[in-house]
């Protein structure tokens, strides 16, 4: 549902945003690529079962480079189910360096960002959930939150 309004978003103490994706580079080598791409959805679906795990939530883009946004509880977390030898992530991690490796047919990437109180901000307009609204509380962006420098806390800490 499309909310008119103007709404940010707030999740709860700290927490991590982990930026991951595969890049197709031989598009034609659908044997190289396809089994990376169908990998993640049964972490997905592996994470979203298991809340205790630290997986918040998680929103995918497809093209030649597919991105997917994850958010975390904790830094801790995320790192314990990338090691955890029970879990869907190391297959997969084995999986992709003996099928492709190094040869440039597929590429992956990923990035991973600490957040805390204060460090972040966001706006919604005309939107459904999405994102860091989906993981976290959506709230009207009024009085000191109409402004990225007011929801970042800026203007309350401004001598």
């Known amino acids: 549902m499309i909310q008119r309004e103007r709404v940010t978003a707030t999740l709860e103490g700290d927490f991590v945003v982990f930026l991951i994706g595969v ?5 034609l080598l659908i044997h190289k690529w396809f089994p990376v791409v ?3 959805p049964r972490m997905l679906k592996e994470l ?4 205790d795990l630290g997986f918040i939530h998680a929103e995918m883009w497809f093209s030649r480079t597919i991105i997917l946004v994850q958010y975390w509880r904790s830094m801790e977390q995320l790192l314990a189910y990338a090691k955890n030898k029970e879990a869907e992530h190391l297959p997969a991690w084995r999986s992709f360096n003996k099928a492709v490796g190094t040869d440039g047919s597929v590429g992956i990437w990923h990035e991973t960002y600490k957040a805390s109180p204060g460090s972040y901000e966001s706006v919604y307009v005309n939107m459904p959930p999405f994102g860091l609204g989906k993981a976290g509380v959506l709230q009207p962006a009024t009085g000191g939150k109409q402004s990225a420098s007011g929801r970042l806390g800026a203007e309350r800490n401004a001598p």
């Open 38 to 40: 169908q990998a993640m």
């Open 48 to 51: 979203s079962r298991q809340p």
């Open 23 to 27: 890049r197709i580079n031989k598009p």
